[in-house]
């Protein structure tokens, strides 16, 4: 069964501060690595990493995949409170649409 | 605004009642894919339909069932409820049935689903 764990659950910083989250991955046949970020209510989708695009970026969001150590990890720089958020990893390793996400880490962004 | 539409927002009901909960892909977009998302679970997928017809399932309860119209609207059909079918309730969209390049899902607001 694919398995997606995310780290670390929760992180608490300053405005202006850089945060690392984290993903690591156990998925057969791996396809794609997805960021979301969720606020209120629906997760918005942030980046597709697969093996033909790497490392993405877009504003003060990065990311990169890292298909031999099975992980990704995405960094926020200059933080701002809007940041706050629950940031979700997902893999699919199936031709098909399914994801598996992760538990997600909780980022709360202190002015 | 991701474009993909779902309703009702909320939803509540008795255990044992059945309820559908109703979503509209974004524009284009052939795939519905329908999530669970519970405080103690995460989010799960539950069923995908790709033009009509089903393309992928999750651990969906046989309580569950879901379908695609020709319109590619889709429905999730939850019936003898129990408590612990309280959740939210996602569906997503996308363009195509495969995880190829470019092929990322755009979620709905939700239905928050409470069973009393």
């Known amino acids: 069964e694919d398995k997606v764990v995310q780290s670390p659950l929760s992180l608490v910083v300053h405005e202006g501060d850089t945060v690392t989250l984290n993903c690591s991955y156990e998925v057969t046949n791996f396809r794609s690595l997805l960021w979301y970020k969720q606020e209120k209510k629906a997760p918005t989708f942030l980046f597709m990493l697969t093996s033909s695009g790497i490392e993405k970026k877009s504003g003060r969001l990065s990311s990169i995949l890292d298909k031999k150590e099975l992980s990704s990890i995405l960094n926020i720089t200059a933080t701002q409170t809007g940041d706050s958020a629950i940031y979700l990893c997902a893999t699919g390793g199936t031709s098909y649409g399914k994801l598996t996400f992760g538990q997600g880490t909780i980022l709360t962004v202190h002015p | 605004d991701s474009g993909v539409t779902q309703t009702p927002k909320h939803l509540i009901t008795a255990t044992g009642q059945r309820v559908t909960l109703r979503c509209s892909p974004r524009?284009?977009?052939?795939?519905v894919y329908w999530y669970q998302q519970s405080l103690d679970q995460g989010l799960q997928f539950l069923i995908q339909?790709?033009?009509?017809?089903?393309?992928a399932k999750g651990n969906i309860l046989e309580r569950f069932s879901a379908q695609q119209f020709p319109d590619l609207h889709s429905e999730l059909n939850l019936s003898s409820l129990e408590l612990g079918d309280s959740a939210l309730y996602f569906c997503?969209?996308?363009?195509?049935?495969?995880?190829?390049?470019?092929?990322?899902?755009?979620f709905g607001p939700g239905t928050r689903l409470t069973v009393l």
């Open positions: 339909y790709y033009n009509g017809e089903e393309r």
């Open positions: 997503a969209s996308s363009s195509q049935g495969t995880l190829s390049s470019y092929n990322e899902q755009f």
């Open positions: 524009s284009g977009d052939l795939s």
